[in-house]
């Protein structure tokens, strides 16, 4: 049996309550980025590369499904399934670290002397819920030249990052910390080579299932969870199993045509890109 990489399917009304942490670490734990793994649910995609505020920022616009930021954090619902993500990048904290956590987008702008309130990327003021741990924000400043700061006008902590423990700490943006950005996708990936079979019972063990393609903006929009979450790899003969990953469809032999896993027949056959001498491959979509 061919064993080949996973496609999962988040659907957007999936609640954190619903998902299996536990096993979504084991799905995920074998995806990397250069530098870092990374884990995702349907609200968030979380990576373990440790960068400054400014490229955390950056490398979220990576991905280009819709416009990414770091993360928004509005309701304590949101700030528990970010932090079982960064519980999984750090089940403990490293040796000599105290508190080991994730940039989010939360950052205040300073205006002259007077400081704005801090906001979210959307330009929202955060006046509702906040996870602040005891004394935060202590919005320290730095001079030049001290303790890492390299800016002439000084530094200050503005920017905020999440812990483990799911506590808000303001940082200076010159930290290196993992991070985490808002994620509107649909799809997230394993790269762990399963069968067809071994791939759909373990997306039932989270709580998930395979993915499936209703439209042209679907497919799309797995082709770039595919580069995103995999990489490309140019170098990959067509038929190698790793340029492969499974979907949740498959051939049923007694109506004689290609289902989808709930049973829905596949009306339009445009939307899948099939290779006509592949037609028969039941499951299989081909990583370009």
Known sequence: ????????????????????????????????????????????????????????????????????????????????????????????????????????????????EKPEPYKWPDGGINDGYTSWKGNQPTERHLENGVNGCTNEEGCDEKH???????????????????????????????SKRKSWQEASEACKSVGLHLAMIE?????E???QAIKFFLGVDVTLERNKPRNWVWIGSSYDETEGEFTWIEGDKIVNNDVLPWREKNRQIAGQVECR
């Not at 509005?74 to 519980?87: A, D, F, P, R, W």
């Not at 303001?170 to 994620?183: E, I, L, P």
């Open 1 to 112: 049996m061919m064993k080949i990489t996973i496609l999962v399917l988040f659907f957007s009304t999936i609640r954190a309550s619903e998902i299996d942490f536990t096993a979504l670490k084991t799905l995920l734990e074998d995806n990397r980025e250069i530098g870092g793994h990374i884990y995702a649910t349907c609200d968030y995609i979380a990576s373990s590369e440790l960068v400054d505020y400014e490229t955390a920022k950056q490398k979220c616009q990576q991905f280009k499904i819709e416009t990414q930021d770091l993360a928004s954090i509005k309701y304590e619902t949101q700030n528990k399934m970010l932090t079982k993500l960064v519980q999984m990048i750090y089940p403990a904290n490293p040796e000599g670290v105290k508190e080991s956590g994730a940039w989010i987008g939360l950052e205040r702008i300073q205006n002259g």
């Open 160 to 190: 905020v990052m999440i812990t483990r423990q799911g506590n808000w700490k303001d940082r200076f943006d010159f930290h290196k910390h993992s991070f985490a950005c808002d994620y509107k996708g649909k799809y997230i990936l394993s």
């Open 221 to 223: 929009e797995m082709e």
């Open 215 to 219: 439209n042209n903006n679907d497919w």
